[in-house]
């Protein structure tokens, strides 16, 4: 009998970050997740946000500094790969679940040297460029690198 309190493990997913559009990258790593796979992101830095660029930036700056409480919350990350745990966090269940899962989720800024030798996967459909190569209009972005520079994190590679 397995306990939910002790889940099983079915594998390991190394997934290289960069290019990906954060939503798309966080609901395919929550589904992982909740498959039972222990899932490393790497290059969190290199994920990718659509929208132009003045929105993008105004509107992070409103939800991670200025919405909320300094006492209550809600309190938002500034580091890149707190950033995508969290994005990631709000796509999974509110249960015991969804806990669990996010307990076998481990993102990273850069390539870390234990993981230098793991083969990444990508997420065909999640990449910017192939969204770029399957659309007629302009599609414009932002690196989440540079939204939390201009939020004022300090990233620690």
Same mark, same amino acid.
């Given at each position: 009998m397995v306990s939910k309190y002790k889940p099983v493990v079915i594998g390991t997913k190394y997934i290289d970050a960069s290019d990906h559009v954060l939503g798309r990258l966080a609901s395919k790593v929550?589904?992982?997740?909740?498959?039972?796979?222990?899932?490393?992101?790497?290059?969190?830095?290199k994920t990718v946000i659509t929208g132009k660029k003045e929105f993008v930036l105004s509107y992070w700056k409103h939800?991670?500094?200025? +919405?909320?409480? #300094? =006492?209550?919350?809600?309190?938002?990350?500034?580091?890149?790969?707190?950033v995508v745990k969290r994005v990631v966090r709000g796509m999974l269940p509110?249960?015991?679940?969804?806990r669990v899962a996010l307990k076998r989720i481990?993102?990273?800024?850069?390539?870390?040297?234990?993981?230098?030798?793991?083969d990444f996967d990508k997420f065909k459909?999640?990449?910017v460029n192939e969204k770029i190569r399957k659309t007629? +209009?302009?599609? #414009? =972005?932002?690196?989440?690198?540079?939204?939390v520079k201009y939020i004022s994190a300090k990233i620690r590679t």
């Open positions: 929550a589904k992982l997740a909740l498959m039972g796979y222990e899932i490393h992101i790497v290059n969190t830095e939800k991670i500094l200025e +919405r909320g409480d #300094w =006492y209550k919350g809600p309190f938002y990350p500034k580091r890149p790969d707190k509110k249960n015991w679940r969804g481990k993102t990273y800024v850069g390539v870390p040297d234990e993981l230098k030798d793991k459909d999640a990449l007629k +209009r302009k599609i #414009w =972005y932002v690196y989440l690198e540079d939204v």
